[in-house]
């Protein structure tokens, strides 16, 4: 598997989610960027099948519905 190296230009607000996501679960930036490429081609792939994500609080069983244009 080659590698490739990018740039990526954030804003403070998206470097502050990011460092935040990193140190909570403790990853490496990249390995935070990665996992959520992973999760964006998984709910893309579902959403092109025709499938819905939704979201159920389990003790309300309150469901919301992500929307993706």
Do not use: I
Not at 17 to 40: E, I, N, P
Not at 46 to 68: Q, S
Request: hydrophobic share 40%.
């Amino acid at each position: 598997m080659t590698k490739r190296t990018m740039t990526l230009n954030l804003t403070d607000a998206e470097m502050r989610v990011l460092d935040d996501l990193s140190a909570r679960k403790d990853l490496t930036k990249t390995a935070v960027l990665r996992q959520a490429l992973r999760l964006y081609q998984t709910v893309e792939a579902r959403v092109e099948k025709g499938d819905k994500l939704l979201f159920e609080n389990e003790a309300t069983k309150e469901k919301a519905e992500l929307m993706f244009l």
